[in-house]
């Protein structure tokens, strides 16, 4: 079967001859009926939707991609050496053309004249991911050294990729000689958590449980960091073999992390299995804490989340309570060192996504080994720490969890060109080093606000940090208001979001560009969200602009979601996550699996009538007579339903009455008891699913949900 490339997803001709005869409006409208007539299988219509829907896929992050490993002697990257009679140079590889919005949009590569010849090698932030293409870190570090030494005398090969592994960062540290560099910069560090739990085997799971047996998760922690420390150590000696032997200075920039605007998402917070009940202690603290906080207590706050520190030292909640707490009695060492401690505990690693960061123990094994290997390290959490007012940075260099604002590119920027300036002339000390001239239009900078309002929107983010980027986009660029409107629509629609037209208008329009071409947008494997935080801070931000969405906003959710007379399935994605970070399990059933106390299900209705809701649900391997499950909805205190815990499937019901409901976007709450059972390690050997489903257990799972107006 032949394909045919079109939005980076590959399609069968015979299907895309189809889809060039009709609009992608009138697609969705055929795709809907064939679903509602019960014979879609059998329908070419359909066969197009799952081609589609199963050929892109987007993490919780970043977009996922398959790096196709080239040989290092015939490709840098993705660019391919071409030899002729007068000149060898390189040029991207069109079999790697699904790659190239990754990359630098540079098509060739030409041999060394007479410049000194800077190579770029790293991840998203040293792709300057939110501007690029139109502003990037290679193009300011270039004019920095232009502007700050010798002459126009230096030229920077853009090597970064986004979503750029450990593996890949690898091959391109032994392939990117054949460019004949003068110095080899490496920004890297995000992106290895994944490569390093992927190095586990069954035989590092059997110590990681004795180290968990008898440590408990401090024990779990040490394990980890000398496993990752070691890994690390070994990259470092590739460096040195591969470019340090052959008289090429290496630099390695160790990027920065948002401590203090970044915030932990739900499956960060997963309830671990602890050894003497330590977890139902720790929801006895975490009680506490809320009531003196409700209570405007805050020394019994303080105490409460030291206790909950103290009985998990890598739940990242209690960090983030403290810090609040900190920063609003202005003691800003121990705010910064709460938000720091609470980055790390994604080492102990609850099932989540673990979306990129550069840990403690990636950064220090960097310092403290760079120099043995004749590396020089460039820590930039401590460099913008210290430049940062109260010494925690914050928005104004990043507009995610690590990709940088244009002022955060240029000062990063200034602090290498500080280390590299002396590696090429002579000393330069940092206060003479100036930025360049360079900086991007305001359209650029409009959608680089949007485009971090969605990822930090689709991340578990605060609607107060959402809010701000979709302020910032429309203050820049004004027009930015067309591609927000887009957004809501396609965003809102029931039907597959590359089947929307105003999707289809938000590509064409070319807004979106520094998003991937406006492809990220796409919600991974078909699952869209409500995103009713994200279109309502768009909605807010869009009156600053005479735009008024509220109505139009509401009717569309009615149009596309309310419960009426026909059943609504609500474990469909966008009524039970607001994120795109899920439990990462290879042996999650195909349920809603809850690992934390509390499970909330979103509904849409226009208030007018009760809702019957009739569910199956279980708390497998847990059952005590005298405890229940609770299901409040919006906030009530008191609950609608309590149902007993049950070890096999139980099929319940309930009617939610029409006072309850409000018009527009709702929520039912199941809370789940938490009851103290055995450490359950049931496969072997060890993998890390089984290790995982032991570590971070099920409290409660729902099989099927269903609501309808009555």
Not at 605 to 634: K, M, Q, V, W
Request: hydrophobic share 40%.
């Amino acid at each position: 079967m032949t394909y045919t490339h079109l939005f980076n997803i590959y399609i069968p001709n015979n299907i895309m001859e189809t889809i060039s005869n009709l609009r992608l409006k009138d697609i969705s409208t055929e795709l809907a009926k064939l679903l509602a007539s019960g014979h879609a299988k059998e329908d070419l219509s359909i066969q197009m939707f799952e081609e589609l829907a199963a050929n892109y896929k987007i993490s919780a992050s970043l977009p996922v991609h398959v790096n196709r490993e080239a040989p290092t002697d015939s490709h840098v990257g993705i660019w391919k050496k071409i030899k002729n009679a007068d000149i060898a140079f390189f040029e991207r590889d069109s079999a790697m053309s699904a790659e190239w919005p990754l990359w630098s949009s540079q098509h060739r590569i030409y041999p060394k004249k007479n410049k000194k010849r800077i190579v770029l090698l790293g991840e998203s932030v040293a792709r300057g991911y939110f501007y690029d293409p139109y502003y990037n870190v290679s193009t300011e570090l270039e004019s920095i050294l232009n502007k700050n030494s010798a002459g126009n005398n230096n030229e920077v090969i853009d090597l970064a990729q986004t979503s750029q592994s450990y593996d890949g960062l690898r091959q391109l540290i032994t392939s990117c000689t054949q460019l004949d560099p003068d110095t080899v910069i490496i920004f890297a560090g995000n992106n290895w958590i994944g490569t390093l739990y992927k190095s586990l085997c069954s035989e590092t799971y059997d110590k990681m449980l004795q180290a968990f047996r008898s440590e408990s998760v401090h024990g779990l922690r040490k394990y980890l960091e000398l496993h990752f420390s070691n890994i690390i150590v070994d990259l470092l000696s590739i460096i040195q073999s591969s470019l340090i032997r052959k008289n090429i200075p290496v630099i390695f920039v160790i990027p920065g992390f948002n401590i203090m605007d970044w915030r932990s998402d739900p499956v960060g917070k997963n309830l671990p299995w602890l050894p003497d009940d330590n977890a139902g202690k720790w929801l006895a603290a975490k009680e506490k804490a809320q009531n003196a906080l409700d209570n405007d207590d805050p020394d019994s706050f303080e105490r409460s989340c030291k206790e909950m520190i103290g009985l998990d030292a890598f739940n990242p909640l209690p960090y983030e309570w403290l810090a609040d707490h900190y920063i609003a009695g202005l003691r800003w060492a121990e705010a910064r060192s709460c938000l720091s401690r609470g980055r790390d505990t994604v080492i102990i690693n609850r099932g989540g996504n673990n979306y990129p960061r550069c840990l403690s123990v990636i950064a220090e094994t960097i310092i403290n080994h760079s120099p043995h290997f004749g590396i020089t390290p460039v820590d930039l959490n401590a460099f913008f720490d210290t430049a940062a007012p109260h010494g925690i940075s914050d928005r104004s260099i990043y507009l995610d969890y690590c990709h940088l604002t244009v002022g955060g590119i240029k000062l990063a920027m200034q602090h290498v060109a500080a280390t590299l300036i002396p590696v090429l002339y002579e000393e330069l000390p940092i206060r003479r080093i100036e930025p360049s001239e360079q900086h991007p239009e305001d359209s650029v900078l409009s959608a680089a606000h949007l485009c971090a309002a969605i990822h930090n929107a689709h991340n578990g983010q605060s609607y107060d940090i959402v809010k701000y980027h979709c302020e910032k986009a429309i203050k820049h660029d004004p027009d930015i208001k067309h591609a927000m409107i887009q957004y809501i629509d396609f965003a809102t629609r029931r039907s597959s979001t590359i089947l929307c037209k105003s999707f289809e208008d938000i590509i064409k329009g070319g807004k979106m560009r520094q998003y991937e071409g406006g492809f990220a947008l796409r919600p991974p494997q078909g699952r869209k969200l409500l995103d009713v935080a994200l279109i309502d801070a768009m909605s807010h931000s869009l009156k600053a602009v005479y735009v008024h969405m509220e109505t139009a906003i509401s009717q569309l959710r009615l149009q596309e979601h309310q419960i009426g007379a026909h059943k609504t399935d609500l474990l469909q994605a966008c009524y039970i996550s607001s994120t795109y970070l899920d439990f990462v399990n290879e042996e999650t059933g195909h349920y809603l699996q809850a690992r934390n106390t509390t499970t909330e299900i979103s509904f849409v209705s226009d208030g007018s009538h009760d809702i019957l809701f009739a569910f199956t649900y279980r708390t497998p391997n847990r059952y005590c007579p005298d405890r229940r499950i609770s299901i409040t909805a919006n906030q009530n205190e008191y609950p609608v339903m309590e149902i007993a815990m049950s070890n096999k499937w139980k099929n319940e019901h309930m009617i939610l009455p029409k006072k309850h409901i409000s018009p527009g976007v709702n929520k039912i709450v199941f809370t789940w008891p938490y009851t103290f059972e055995p450490f359950r390690i049931t496969d072997q050997p060890l993998n890390e699913s089984s290790f995982q489903n032991a570590l971070v257990p099920v409290l409660g799972e729902i099989n099927s949900l269903t609501a309808v107006a009555v």
